[in-house]
């Protein structure tokens, strides 16, 4: 089945500093959305998306379906933004969303 | 609008008994998933419904574990004779329009822990 590799597993940051997550994806894929899961455990939609360049606030997405990667950028970042960023694709001709290891972000005031 | 939820929020049972565990989609979301998060496996896909179709069971463990959505809405996963490798956050997600090319959006979650 499809592998999709998150990195890197763990990023330790400073309030302010920028950041940038990776998701590679073995094989091509339908859908594609990033998560950022919260210390309750809820999934928490950030973005979805199969190709092309989003922007929501301090967020912005990338994903270039043709290399088969997606990157996820993080500016300014806050406290608040810690917890587990999680990239989840669906295979072509699948339903399911497969999900990465994660990326565990760690913001200190 | 309301998001999806399920409940229990948080289930203790014994090794050996039956759980039930609860999801009400989003109003209008055809797609219904259920997922389980644990330690050693991470996320992972256990069923899909999608309207009226044969739901995809591919992702179930064992036989122990069924699910079943009434009228198109509400699903309930049940797990029989549970065991402690069953201890994980069972999430349910739902999704518009019938193909992959939407977006799922998930609930809490359900904490399960066997004793």
């Known amino acids: 089945g499809i592998q999709v590799e998150q990195s890197p597993p763990d990023l330790i940051l400073q309030e302010g500093a920028n950041s940038t997550l990776r998701c590679n994806f073995s094989?091509?894929?339908?859908?594609l959305q990033w998560f950022h899961q919260n210390p309750w455990g809820q999934l928490i939609n950030l973005f979805y998306?199969?190709?092309g360049t989003k922007q929501n606030g301090r967020l912005s997405a990338t994903t270039v379906a043709t290399e088969r990667y997606s990157l996820l950028y993080i500016s300014s970042s806050q406290t608040t933004d810690s917890g587990v960023y999680f990239c989840?694709?669906?295979?072509?001709?699948?339903?399911?969303?497969?999900f990465g290891q994660g990326t565990r972000l760690t913001i200190n005031p | 609008g309301a998001g999806v939820s399920q409940s229990p929020s948080n289930k203790v049972t014994e090794k050996g008994k039956d759980v039930e565990l609860r999801c009400d989609p989003i109003?209008?979301?055809?797609?219904l998933y259920w997922y389980r998060q644990s330690l050693g496996q991470g996320l992972e896909f256990l069923i899909y419904?999608?309207?009226?179709?044969?739901?995809?069971k591919s992702g179930l463990p064992s036989d122990r574990f069924s699910a079943e959505r009434t009228g198109g809405s509400v699903s309930t996963l049940t797990i029989q004779r549970t065991q402690q490798e069953d201890s994980a956050v069972y999430l349910c997600?739902?999704?518009?329009?019938?193909?992959?090319?939407?977006?799922?959006?998930f609930g809490p979650g359900t904490r399960l822990t066997v004793l």
């Open positions: 997600a739902s999704r518009p329009g019938y193909t992959s090319y939407n977006e799922q959006f």
């Open positions: 094989d091509s894929v339908n859908n």
């Open positions: 998306i199969p190709s």
């Open positions: 989840a694709v669906s295979p072509q001709g699948a339903q399911k969303l497969v």
């Open positions: 109003s209008g979301h055809t797609a």
């Open positions: 419904f999608q309207g009226n179709s044969a739901p995809d």
